[in-house]
């Protein structure tokens, strides 16, 4: 049983392009968040949603559109891709807040060409 | 300067050997202190997690807080090849809307059969 899949796993496109990334927990956590690790596995958050309601946006660049259809599920959109966009996108959930785990998914590896 | 800052590595020691792994930080707002294991191509997994100044053991792993110096290390005894994997440490000030990790920027650890 996955309990956070996102797809897809590996994304390769063309600097300009639109493209979108899914992510869903089974968990039934009601808090979910999107990170990015860059080429030097620096890992760093980018939006966090609880309830689908949008908590912490982390100055990321309007191109980036968070999307939370219920509280299961929290895709990604990005309009017009740049070279700096390639990295891995990991999307994660907890339950509640003050402190509970972290569960991450496997990550998104995404190439701009 | 970085809010988490990490000994980068990468680590090899041999099989058996102790490890030791630290982090400083600079945010005195942190309470949750965290140190996740990635493995190459996964997502990062939590290993464990204190919120107090202290030791917290749990196997061969052990981790330790000094709130009033600002760093936190792990340790991990009797080495075996399937530790080697990055190791991340990860801090939260807990509380609604601060549910973020902050992350170092992780060690490459490598245990030589």
């Known amino acids: 049983d996955t309990a956070v899949s996102q797809t897809p796993k590996y994304l390769v496109t063309q600097m300009g392009n639109d493209k979108s990334i899914k992510c869903e927990q089974n968990l039934g956590h009601d808090t979910m968040y999107w990170y990015k690790q860059d080429s030097k596995k620096f890992l760093k958050i980018m939006f966090s949603y609880n309830n689908k309601e949008l908590i912490i946006n982390e100055t990321v660049p309007n191109r980036f559109s968070p999307k939370s259809p219920d509280k299961a599920h929290l895709n990604l959109h990005i309009n017009s891709l740049e070279l700096g966009d390639s990295a891995v996108y990991f999307c994660?959930?907890?339950?509640?807040?003050?402190?509970?785990?972290?569960?991450f998914g496997p990550g998104t590896r995404l190439t701009v060409l | 300067q970085k809010e988490v800052e990490q000994d980068p590595g990468p680590l090899s020691v041999p099989e058996g050997a102790i490890v030791s792994l630290n982090c400083t930080y600079s945010?005195?707002?942190?309470?949750?202190f965290m140190w996740y294991r990635q493995y190459s191509r996964k997502g990062p997994e939590l290993l464990m997690y204190?919120?107090?100044?202290g030791n917290k053991e749990d196997g061969r792993f052990t981790a330790q807080v000094d709130k009033s110096s600002k760093y936190i290390s792990l340790f991990i005894r009797d080495s075996q090849p399937s530790d080697s994997a990055t190791y991340l440490c990860?801090?939260?000030?807990?509380?609604?809307?601060?549910?973020?990790?902050?992350f170092g920027t992780g060690t490459r650890l490598t245990i030589i059969p």
């Open positions: 994660a959930s907890s339950q509640g807040y003050g402190y509970n785990e972290q569960f």
């Open positions: 990860a801090m939260s000030q807990g509380g609604f809307g601060n549910e973020k990790l902050t």
């Open positions: 945010n005195s707002a942190f309470q949750y």
């Open positions: 204190t919120y107090s100044s």
